[in-house]
C-alpha cells in the first residue's frame, strides 16, 4: 500500500486490492470502523472519510494482509445465527462446524431434557448453538484454555443461554457423570501440516494433535465410554481425510452405528457413534 491513507471508501477498496484483501474482506472491515453496512459503502464510495477513520481502516487492510483472520479483527463471528465474540485464545468458528451441531440437534429430542458435554468448547460456539436451540437440555461446555474459556462464558452470558462452563482437560472436569450426547470439534491437524502457517493467527493448541493429527481424537473415544449413558451418542469433527481412521477407532471401542456427515466442501467431517445399552423401546432417540 503506498504511503498515502485512502481518501474514500473506494481508495479504502482498492488499496486494499493492491494488498490482496479478498474484496468481501475489505468492505467488512472498513463497514466495522464507519459503523455502516455494506449497502451503504457501495452508495457513498466517493464519500470522504471522516476523522480517523481512514488511520483505522489502513491499519486493519494492513493486518488483513498479513493473515490475521477478519473475525479477529472485527471481533466477532457469525455461527448458527449467533453472533460470538471472538479472539485469538479461540478458534475462529468455521461453517463446516455447523454440520456436527445439525446433527447434533437430529439426536437431541425438543421436548425433554438431555445432559450434553461439548468438549473443548473454544468460543462456545457448538455448545451455545445447541443450548439456542435445545431449551430443554443441560448444557456442559470443558475448555483447558483459561481465556477460551472466559470467552465462552461470555458469549453465554451476552447470549442469555446457560451453560456450564468447566476447566481441564477433556472429560477430566465431569469426574464421574454421564450424558445423553458428547460432542466436540478438537484439535485435529498434523503437527507437520502444510496448512499449518494459514493459521499461525489461532492457537495453536486448538489446532494440532501429534504427528498423525488424531491423538485427542483417540483420547476423547477412549474415554467416552465411562461418560456416556446407554444409548448415548459421541459426535467428533475431524479432518477431511480422517473419517475412516476415527470410524476405526469407534468401531474397536466398542460403538455402535458408526456413521459419518459431509462438511459444505462434500468431505467425510464428522463421524459418530452410540454407546450400546439403549432400550429397545426407544430407538434411535437419546
Ligand atoms: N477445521 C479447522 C481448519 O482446518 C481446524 C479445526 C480443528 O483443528 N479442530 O482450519
Not at 91 to 109: F, K, N
Not at 182 to 211: C, F, K, Q, W
Request: net charge negative.
Amino acid at each position: 500500500m503506498s504511503d498515502a491513507l485512502p481518501r474514500t471508501v473506494e481508495d479504502a477498496l482498492t488499496h486494499a486490492r493492491a494488498l490482496g484483501v479478498d474484496r468481501l474482506d475489505a468492505q467488512l472491515l472498513v463497514g466495522a470502523v464507519l459503523d455502516r453496512p455494506r449497502s451503504w459503502l457501495i452508495a457513498h464510495d466517493r464519500d470522504p472519510l471522516p476523522g480517523d477513520t481512514a488511520q483505522r481502516i489502513a491499519t486493519l487492510i494492513a493486518r488483513r494482509a498479513a493473515g490475521e483472520p477478519v473475525a479477529y479483527l472485527l471481533g466477532e463471528k457469525e455461527f448458527f445465527g449467533l453472533t460470538l465474540a471472538v479472539n485469538p485464545d479461540v478458534l475462529v468458528p468455521r461453517p463446516d462446524t455447523e454440520t456436527l451441531v445439525e446433527w447434533a440437534l437430529t439426536l437431541l429430542p425438543s421436548d425433554a431434557p438431555a445432559d450434553v458435554l461439548d468438549l473443548g468448547t473454544g468460543s462456545g460456539a457448538i455448545a451455545l448453538a445447541i443450548r439456542h436451540h435445545r431449551a430443554r437440555a443441560q448444557v456442559s461446555a470443558v475448555d483447558a484454555s483459561a481465556g477460551a474459556l472466559q470467552t465462552a462464558a461470555d458469549n453465554g452470558a451476552r447470549l442469555n443461554l446457560p451453560v456450564r462452563w468447566l476447566a481441564g482437560s477433556w472429560f477430566a472436569p465431569v469426574g464421574g457423570e454421564r450424558f445423553d450426547l458428547v460432542v466436540s470439534n478438537p484439535p485435529y491437524i498434523a503437527e507437520d501440516d502444510a496448512h499449518l502457517p494459514a493459521l499461525r493467527h489461532e492457537p495453536r493448541s486448538a489446532l494440532t494433535a501429534g504427528p498423525d493429527g488424531l491423538d485427542d481424537l483417540r483420547t476423547i473415544v477412549a474415554q467416552a465410554p465411562g461418560h456416556l449413558k446407554p444409548g448415548g451418542w459421541l459426535l467428533l469433527e475431524h479432518g477431511w481425510d480422517q473419517a475412516d481412521a476415527v470410524a476405526q477407532l469407534l468401531t474397536d471401542t466398542g460403538f455402535h452405528e458408526v456413521s459419518h456427515r459431509l462438511d459444505l466442501g462434500g468431505h467425510r467431517r464428522c463421524t459418530g457413534g452410540q454407546w450400546p445399552g439403549l432400550s429397545p423401546t426407544h430407538p434411535g432417540s437419546v
